[in-house]
């Protein structure tokens, strides 16, 4: 494991673990993420989430893309993408069957490729969805924006291609607390 996963994974079990967990959520989710230069990809991730207050909730997920392909510096490429998000969630109807709500936040994209050389890279993403179901077992659909570039370096050619694009997501959260 390298140190910069070392690092970040560290820096999630501190917050996990310093956040109150009177009320929170916990969930899995299937995902699709069309970026504009390195085509599109479905992935699957997991999420939690501690509620400061009933409106306010301090989220962390994890997305695995296995494959994007895409025509990028003129030859094609596989690449995967694992995005580790933190941000906070404005719940509009916390206490309502569906909940909508917005969000955003920093990620930290871990990426490799057997072709081509890519660094991990930063960006961050901004979200709306809406949450809905009974009082511990949620249903939810989201839609999140992704910013970010990346340098890939093919040996021959080098430039810099963007992941910037619309991420949906739909999943299942389990509630704890009130």
Do not use: C
């Not at 070392?6 to 970026?35: C, N, Q």
């Not at 050389?117 to 949620?138: C, K, L, M, W």
């Amino acid at each position: 494991m390298s140190w910069k996963k070392f690092l970040l994974v560290g820096i999630f079990a501190m917050a996990f673990m310093a956040v109150p967990a009177h009320a929170g959520t916990v969930g899995v989710y299937g995902a699709f993420w069309d970026t504009d230069d390195a085509d599109s990809s479905w992935g699957a991730g997991a999420r939690v989430g501690f509620d400061f207050l009933s409106w306010l909730e301090l989220e962390f997920h994890g997305t695995y893309f296995p494959e994007f392909g895409g025509d990028v510096l003129g030859s094609d490429i596989d690449i995967s993408v694992i995005p580790v998000d933190g941000g906070l969630k404005f719940k509009l109807f916390p206490n309502k069957p569906a909940t909508l709500y917005v969000g955003a936040g920093a990620t930290y994209y871990f990426l490799d490729s057997d072709d081509v050389e890519i660094d991990n890279e930063t960006g961050y993403y901004a979200e709306a969805g809406v949450e809905f179901g009974g009082e511990h077992t949620r249903l939810f659909f989201e839609v999140m924006w992704r910013a970010m570039d990346a340098t890939i370096d093919s040996g021959i050619l080098s430039g810099d291609a963007s992941f910037d694009g619309l991420t949906g997501q739909f999943g299942v959260n389990w509630t704890w607390g009130k």
